[in-house]
Protein backbone atom coordinates (compact mmCIF):
# COMPACT_ATOMS: atom_id res chain seq x y z
CA UNK A 1 0.00 0.00 0.00
CA UNK A 2 2.80 2.57 1.14
CA UNK A 3 4.55 1.32 -2.05
CA UNK A 4 1.60 2.26 -4.53
CA UNK A 5 1.19 5.46 -2.76
CA UNK A 6 4.56 6.36 -3.17
CA UNK A 7 4.55 5.71 -6.68
CA UNK A 8 1.38 7.47 -7.08
CA UNK A 9 3.08 10.69 -5.45
CA UNK A 10 6.51 11.02 -7.12
CA UNK A 11 4.84 12.67 -10.64
CA UNK A 12 2.90 14.97 -8.32
CA UNK A 13 6.28 15.75 -6.40
CA UNK A 14 8.32 16.20 -9.90
CA UNK A 15 5.59 18.28 -11.50
CA UNK A 16 6.20 20.71 -7.94
CA UNK A 17 9.93 20.87 -8.21
CA UNK A 18 9.57 21.84 -11.74
CA UNK A 19 7.42 24.80 -11.41
CA UNK A 20 9.84 26.09 -8.41
CA UNK A 21 12.45 26.02 -11.29
CA UNK A 22 10.21 27.68 -13.45
CA UNK A 23 9.66 30.71 -10.95
CA UNK A 24 13.27 30.96 -10.21
CA UNK A 25 14.25 32.58 -13.69
CA UNK A 26 12.13 35.97 -13.27
CA UNK A 27 13.20 35.81 -9.08
CA UNK A 28 16.65 35.75 -10.81
CA UNK A 29 16.24 38.41 -13.27
CA UNK A 30 14.38 40.95 -10.74
CA UNK A 31 17.75 40.21 -8.45
CA UNK A 32 19.94 41.21 -11.52
CA UNK A 33 18.03 44.82 -12.52
CA UNK A 34 18.33 45.97 -8.75
CA UNK A 35 22.20 45.12 -9.24
CA UNK A 36 22.23 47.16 -11.95
CA UNK A 37 20.30 50.13 -10.72
CA UNK A 38 22.37 50.20 -7.86
CA UNK A 39 25.37 50.46 -9.73
CA UNK A 40 24.11 53.34 -11.86
CA UNK A 41 23.41 55.32 -9.26
CA UNK A 42 19.67 54.84 -8.98
CA UNK A 43 17.96 53.97 -5.84
CA UNK A 44 14.58 52.64 -6.56
CA UNK A 45 11.23 52.65 -4.54
CA UNK A 46 9.86 49.45 -4.19
CA UNK A 47 6.92 48.44 -2.15
CA UNK A 48 5.88 44.60 -1.02
CA UNK A 49 2.13 44.67 -2.64
CA UNK A 50 3.75 45.36 -6.47
CA UNK A 51 6.42 42.72 -6.31
CA UNK A 52 9.07 42.89 -9.48
CA UNK A 53 8.04 46.84 -9.80
CA UNK A 54 10.65 49.48 -9.58
CA UNK A 55 9.87 53.48 -9.21
CA UNK A 56 12.86 55.19 -10.62
CA UNK A 57 13.99 58.75 -10.53
CA UNK A 58 16.95 60.75 -11.05
CA UNK A 59 19.12 62.91 -8.45
CA UNK A 60 19.11 66.56 -8.65
CA UNK A 61 16.22 69.03 -9.11
CA UNK A 62 13.44 66.34 -9.38
CA UNK A 63 14.41 64.11 -6.72
CA UNK A 64 11.68 62.79 -5.39
CA UNK A 65 9.38 62.60 -8.74
CA UNK A 66 8.87 59.41 -9.91
CA UNK A 67 9.76 59.40 -14.11
CA UNK A 68 10.12 55.96 -14.96
CA UNK A 69 8.86 52.96 -13.83
CA UNK A 70 9.96 49.39 -14.60
CA UNK A 71 8.55 46.15 -14.14
CA UNK A 72 8.70 42.36 -14.76
CA UNK A 73 5.48 40.42 -15.79
CA UNK A 74 5.11 36.91 -17.60
CA UNK A 75 8.65 37.56 -18.90
CA UNK A 76 8.44 40.75 -20.28
CA UNK A 77 10.42 43.65 -18.87
CA UNK A 78 8.17 46.74 -18.97
CA UNK A 79 9.64 50.96 -19.36
CA UNK A 80 7.35 53.37 -18.69
CA UNK A 81 7.48 56.78 -17.99
CA UNK A 82 5.28 59.09 -16.80
CA UNK A 83 3.66 62.17 -18.55
CA UNK A 84 6.26 64.30 -19.61
CA UNK A 85 6.54 67.78 -20.99
CA UNK A 86 8.47 68.10 -24.26
CA UNK A 87 9.06 71.58 -26.09
CA UNK A 88 7.64 72.58 -29.38
CA UNK A 89 9.10 70.87 -32.22
CA UNK A 90 10.93 68.23 -31.19
CA UNK A 91 8.72 65.75 -32.27
CA UNK A 92 11.72 64.38 -34.03
CA UNK A 93 13.48 63.51 -30.74
CA UNK A 94 10.83 60.94 -30.52
CA UNK A 95 11.73 59.02 -33.63
CA UNK A 96 15.68 59.61 -32.64
CA UNK A 97 14.70 57.51 -29.39
CA UNK A 98 13.03 54.82 -31.70
CA UNK A 99 15.98 54.71 -33.89
CA UNK A 100 18.38 53.92 -30.76
CA UNK A 101 16.31 51.44 -29.40
CA UNK A 102 16.21 49.60 -33.18
CA UNK A 103 19.88 50.25 -33.05
CA UNK A 104 20.40 48.44 -29.48
CA UNK A 105 18.69 45.45 -30.87
CA UNK A 106 15.30 45.99 -29.62
CA UNK A 107 13.56 45.46 -32.85
CA UNK A 108 11.49 42.73 -31.33
CA UNK A 109 10.41 44.77 -28.44
CA UNK A 110 7.07 47.19 -28.30
CA UNK A 111 8.09 51.01 -28.31
CA UNK A 112 4.72 53.14 -27.68
CA UNK A 113 5.04 56.98 -27.20
CA UNK A 114 1.67 59.23 -27.11
CA UNK A 115 1.72 63.09 -27.31
CA UNK A 116 -1.33 64.37 -25.48
CA UNK A 117 -3.15 67.51 -26.30
CA UNK A 118 -1.12 69.64 -23.35
CA UNK A 119 2.07 68.69 -25.67
CA UNK A 120 2.90 65.91 -23.23
CA UNK A 121 4.16 62.42 -24.20
CA UNK A 122 3.93 59.03 -22.33
CA UNK A 123 6.69 56.61 -23.21
CA UNK A 124 6.17 52.78 -23.05
CA UNK A 125 8.84 50.06 -24.06
CA UNK A 126 8.35 46.25 -23.01
CA UNK A 127 10.74 43.37 -24.10
CA UNK A 128 11.32 39.69 -23.69
CA UNK A 129 13.52 40.00 -20.57
CA UNK A 130 15.23 35.94 -20.50
CA UNK A 131 17.96 37.60 -23.01
CA UNK A 132 18.38 41.14 -21.48
CA UNK A 133 22.00 42.37 -21.53
CA UNK A 134 22.84 44.71 -18.71
CA UNK A 135 23.73 47.11 -22.05
CA UNK A 136 20.49 46.99 -23.32
CA UNK A 137 18.70 47.22 -20.05
CA UNK A 138 20.95 50.45 -19.35
CA UNK A 139 20.92 51.81 -22.74
CA UNK A 140 16.69 51.75 -22.15
CA UNK A 141 16.58 52.95 -18.54
CA UNK A 142 18.44 55.71 -19.40
CA UNK A 143 16.41 56.56 -22.47
CA UNK A 144 13.45 56.85 -20.34
CA UNK A 145 15.08 58.73 -17.46
CA UNK A 146 16.76 61.30 -20.33
CA UNK A 147 13.36 61.65 -21.43
CA UNK A 148 11.57 62.47 -18.07
CA UNK A 149 14.58 64.57 -17.01
CA UNK A 150 14.69 66.85 -19.61
CA UNK A 151 18.13 65.29 -20.80
CA UNK A 152 16.77 63.81 -23.68
CA UNK A 153 18.95 65.27 -26.32
CA UNK A 154 22.08 65.12 -24.31
CA UNK A 155 21.25 61.06 -23.20
CA UNK A 156 20.88 60.74 -27.23
CA UNK A 157 24.59 62.04 -28.24
CA UNK A 158 25.72 59.89 -25.36
CA UNK A 159 24.16 56.74 -26.83
CA UNK A 160 25.18 57.44 -30.35
CA UNK A 161 28.99 57.97 -30.04
Known amino acids: ?75 FLCFQSVLVSIPEKSHGDLCALADVLLRVGLENYMVKAVVNDYNNVELEAEFPARDLSRDDFVTALWLFLGTADSEFPRIIEHVYR
Open 1 to 75: MRLTVLILLLPALALAQGAKVQQNPEAALAAQIEVWLREEGLEPLTYDDEPNTWYVSTPGENIGAVPCTLYLSDG
